[in-house]
């Protein structure tokens, strides 16, 4: 069940490849299948033949030709730490991470948009919000992080314009890592 307690939008996938939509008794193309989904409609695409699953498939798919399109949202690092994170220890967390994030996200344009629209009659309220959006939004991250790399972690309480412990320790690991790509574009 979605979020409106209706049922998705079911997509048949043929053996000729050709989508279906159940609803309405006709084909379907991708960028329909995207549209149906910015518009809020969960969609799921099984194969006919065998039953399997092929939502998160057809979901790759948009998003490629979306990012071949050069509708770039996702930055060649994010790209690129997305594959690292299918070989090493970031697996176990990271889809849980990404889902919360999104949530996190979501809940946030939520209460921008409040907060823009109570600018509109009062701007000390609307800041007040966004500054406590930001505070509930560093919460959140300390919870998602549960002590990993030290967010979240009691020493968060460095004076302002201080980096804390954490920070400088990624600053070090940062310049180790230029260091070794230096001497790797050597060899």
Same mark, same amino acid.
């Given at each position: 069940?979605t979020e409106t307690g209706t049922q998705p939008l079911l997509i048949k996938r ?24 910015? *518009?809020? %409609? ?10 399997? &699953? @092929?939502? /998160?498939? !057809?979901?790759? $798919?948009?998003?490629?030709?979306? *990012?071949? %399109? ?10 690129? &730490? @997305?594959? /690292?994170? !299918?070989?090493? $220890? ?26 823009? $629209? ?70």
């Open positions: 069940m043929y053996a000729s490849r050709r989508l279906y939509n159940t609803e309405t008794s006709d084909y379907v193309t991708l960028e329909e299948i995207a549209r149906f989904i910015r *518009e809020g %409609r969960e969609v799921r695409i099984i194969d006919l033949k065998s039953g399997d &699953d @092929l939502t /998160r498939q !057809y979901l790759l $798919q948009i998003i490629a030709e979306h *990012e071949s %399109r050069g509708e770039n949202l996702l930055p060649v690092s994010v790209l690129t &730490d @997305l594959v /690292r994170s !299918y070989t090493d $220890q970031a697996h176990a967390f990271l889809p849980d991470f990404l889902q919360a994030s999104f949530d996190m996200m979501r809940e946030n344009q939520s209460r921008f948009m409040e907060g823009v $629209q109570q600018t509109i009659s009062t701007p000390i309220t609307a800041m007040q919000g966004i500054e406590e959006m930001q505070r509930r939004q560093r919460e959140a991250m300390a919870r998602m992080m549960g002590g990993w790399m030290g967010v979240g972690s009691e020493d968060d309480t460095q004076p302002e314009g201080q980096p804390d412990a954490t920070a400088r320790e990624l600053e070090a690991i940062k310049a180790q890592l230029a260091e070794l790509q230096s001497k790797l574009s050597k060899l």
